[in-house]
C-alpha cells in the first residue's frame, strides 16, 4: 500500500515533465491551398488524496497490532483541462500569418463594468466640483 | 510508534520548449511554448494510518513559431489579444479615477 502511495505521488510529480507541448497545436487543416493552425492555451489541473488506516484514535490495541494489509483505505483524485483559443496560423504559398482569436464575449462583458465604472466616478467628480447635491 | 511525514513543495516553474515540428508545404513550423507548472505532494506514514495528498497544476502558452524554410528562419510572435486589451481595460479603471481626482483639485483651485 505504501508503494501504491508513492507511485501515485511520483506519477503526480512526474506529470508536469509529461503534459504534452504539441497539445496546444491543433491539426493542419488545407482549404484551397491555404493551411490552417489553431493554436490554444492550455492548463491542466489535478489533484489526489488517499488514506488508509484505523477510524479513531481509540483504536483498540489489537486492532492496532493487526496486519497493515487487512485495513481498509480509499482514496479520491480529480483534475481538470481547459483550453482557450488563442490565434489561428495560416500558411500560404506567400507566407505564415498569425492572426489573433479576441473573446469578444470576455471583452464586452470587461467594456461594461469599465464603463460602470467611469459613470460612477464621472458621476462623483461632477458632484465634487460643482457642489453636493441638497 | 513509527512515524514518517513528508512533504515537498515544487517552486513555480516556467521555462520554453519547443514542440514536434509542423511541415507544410516545403517550410517547417516549430511551436515555441511557454510551460508553467507547480504541484506539492505530501505523505504521512504511522504505524495504524498511512495518507497522502498532492496537487499540481500545467500551463501551456504558445508564445512563437519558428518558420524554417530554404530562405532562412524566422521567429514569429503569437500574442494573446485578449489579454492585452482586458489589461488596457484594468490600467484605465487605474488611471480614470486619478485623472478625475487632478481634475477636482484643479477645478477647486480656480
Not at chain 1, 464603463?115 to 453636493?132: D, E, K, M, S
Not at chain 2, 489589461?87 to 480614470?96: C, E, T, W, Y
Request: glycine content about 12%.
Amino acid at each position: 500500500m505504501e508503494a501504491k502511495v508513492q507511485n501515485l505521488l511520483d506519477a503526480l510529480a512526474d506529470l508536469r515533465d509529461t503534459a504534452n507541448v504539441d497539445a496546444v497545436f491543433g491539426e493542419p487543416t488545407t482549404v484551397e491551398g491555404r493551411t490552417v493552425i489553431p493554436v490554444a492555451r492550455v492548463t491542466y489541473g489535478f489533484g489526489m488524496g488517499i488514506g488508509r488506516g484505523t477510524l479513531s484514535a481509540e483504536a483498540d490495541a489489537e486492532e492496532a497490532a493487526q496486519d497493515v494489509a487487512e485495513k481498509e483505505g480509499s482514496g479520491a483524485g480529480g483534475g481538470v483541462v481547459t483550453a482557450h483559443p488563442l490565434a489561428v496560423i495560416e500558411v500560404t504559398p506567400e507566407g505564415t500569418w498569425v492572426k489573433p482569436v479576441i473573446d469578444e464575449q470576455k471583452l464586452a462583458l470587461a467594456a461594461g463594468l469599465l464603463g460602470a465604472w467611469v459613470v460612477v466616478w464621472l458621476a462623483r467628480t461632477l458632484v465634487r466640483i460643482f457642489g453636493q447635491p441638497r | 510508534m513509527d512515524k514518517k511525514e513528508g512533504r515537498l513543495r515544487g517552486p513555480m516553474a516556467s521555462h520554453l520548449v519547443e514542440g514536434q515540428p509542423i511541415r507544410v508545404g516545403g517550410r517547417e513550423l516549430v511551436p515555441v511554448v511557454r510551460v508553467t507548472a507547480r504541484g506539492q505532494r505530501r505523505a504521512h506514514v504511522g504505524t495504524n494510518e498511512l495518507t497522502g495528498q498532492g496537487w499540481g497544476f500545467v500551463r501551456l502558452r504558445p508564445v512563437a513559431i519558428l518558420e524554417r524554410s530554404a530562405s532562412g528562419e524566422r521567429h514569429i510572435p503569437i500574442q494573446d489579444r485578449t489579454v492585452q486589451a482586458l489589461g488596457g481595460f484594468l490600467l484605465a479603471a487605474f488611471v480614470i479615477p486619478l485623472l478625475l481626482g487632478v481634475a477636482v483639485r484643479l477645478a477647486r483651485g480656480r
